[in-house]
C-alpha cells in the first residue's frame, strides 16, 4: 500500500506543467522505537507541556518562536508562516539541467518518488519524463518541503521520477579541518600492492539485501527472548578489538584468508569464494601449491 504523498503540487518545465505528487522513497517502518516506561508501574510515560510560570498549558494554544536574543523571541502562529508562500511551494519549477557526475554525492540528501497526480497530467508528466530519459540529464529545481525551500535533483527512474534533495553549502563542512592531520608519505610498495590483490579479491556487484543492520537484529533478539519471558539473555558477537602491530604480516594473513575479516569468513562472498573454500585444500594435497603461490608473487614484487 503507497504512503501518503509528503508533498502535492505542480511540476513545470517552461510552460508545460502537469500535477504530481511526492513520495517519501525510504521507510522508517521496521525501525524500533522505545517508549519511557516507569518499571514500577509499567505505565508509559506522558511528556507534559509546562510553562515555568502558568503550569500545564495545552500544546494546541501554544506559537511559534525565534530566539533573537537571549530569552528574547519573536512570535508567528501557523496562519503567519504559511502567508510566506514562494511559488515553489506548491509548484517545481525546473530551472536548469546538469550532468549527474557534476553533483558531487556529498550533496545528495533525502530521495522521493514524484508521480502524476491524477490522469489529467499523465500525457505532460511523460514527455518531461522520456525528454529527461533522452538527454541524460539531471535537472535542478526548488521545492518547499516542512518549512524549508529545498534545491533538489530530478532524474528519470523507471516510469516515474526520482527527486532527491540536495544538501545547502552551509550544510557542509570543509574537510580540510578533519583531513589537515594526515600526512603526505607514500605507503610502502609491497604493501600497496598486497592491498591491491586484497581489493580485487573482495571486489564485486554491489547487492542491499546482503546488508542489514545487525545492532536491531541483535535488539530484537533481545526484545523476543524477554516478550517470551526470558531473562534477556540474548549477546551479541563482542566488537573485535585488533591491535595490528606488524602492517605487512596482517596484509599478507588478510591475503591468505579471501581478504575478509575474521567473522565473515564462513559467509558467502562475489569474488571471494574460491578462497573461503581453502580449508577443503588440507584433503586434497595435490591443491596445496595453490595456497603458496600469493608469497611466490610477492618475492617477484619485491
Known amino acids: 500500500m503507497a504512503s501518503r504523498p509528503t508533498w502535492e503540487g505542480h511540476l513545470r518545465l517552461s510552460l508545460v506543467a502537469c500535477p504530481v505528487s511526492l513520495y517519501p522513497a525510504t521507510s ?18 506522558r511528556q507534559v507541556t509546562v510553562d515555568p510560570e502558568a503550569g500545564e498549558v495545552e500544546r494546541k494554544e501554544l506559537v511559534r518562536g525565534f530566539e533573537y536574543e537571549k530569552d528574547q523571541y519573536v512570535l508567528l502562529t501557523n496562519e503567519e508562516i504559511k502567508s510566506v ?27 522521493y518518488y514524484l508521480a502524476p497526480d491524477g490522469k489529467a497530467g499523465i500525457d505532460a508528466f511523460t514527455v518531461i519524463r522520456s525528454a529527461m530519459e533522452d538527454s541524460a540529464k539531471v535537472a535542478i529545481a526548488r521545492v518547499v518541503i516542512g518549512t524549508r525551500e529545498r534545491v533538489v535533483a530530478i532524474e528519470p527512474r523507471g ?13 557542509i563542512r570543509e574537510a580540510e579541518e578533519y583531513f589537515e592531520g594526515i600526512p603526505n608519505a607514500k605507503p610502502d610498495k609491497r ?33 523476543e527472548s524477554k516478550k517470551d519471558g526470558g531473562d534477556g539473555g540474548v549477546t551479541a558477537p563482542p566488537p573485535r578489538d585488533d591491535n595490528v602491530i606488524d602492517l605487512m604480516e596482517a596484509l599478507r594473513k588478510s591475503l591468505e584468508q579471501g581478504g575478509r575479516p575474521a567473522n565473515d569468513r564462513g559467509k558467502p562472498a ?12 588440507k584433503k586434497a594435497p595435490a591443491k596445496a601449491p595453490a595456497r603458496k603461490a600469493a608469497p611466490a608473487k610477492r618475492r617477484r614484487a619485491g
Request: glycine content about 2%; charged content about 30%; proline content about 5%.
Open 28 to 45: 522508517y517502518a521496521r525501525d524500533i522505537h522505545f517508549h519511557l516506561i516507569n518499571p514500577e508501574t509499567g505505565n508509559r510515560i
Open 85 to 111: 508562500r514562494l511559488e515553489s511551494t506548491r509548484t517545481i519549477d525546473i530551472e536548469r539541467f546538469v550532468d549527474a557526475t557534476q553533483i558531487d554525492r556529498i550533496w545528495w540528501d533525502t530521495p
Open 159 to 171: 516510469k516515474g521520477l526520482l527527486l532527491t534533495t540536495l544538501r545547502s553549502h552551509d550544510e
Open 191 to 223: 604493501m600497496l600492492e598486497i592491498a591491491d590483490k586484497i581489493i580485487e579479491q573482495q571486489s564485486g556487484a554491489f547487492d542491499p539485501t546482503q546488508f542489514n543492520d545487525r545492532y536491531e537484529d541483535a535488539l530484537r533478539a533481545l526484545i
Open 270 to 281: 562475489a569474488k571471494a569464494r574460491p578462497a573461503a573454500k581453502k580449508p577443503a585444500a
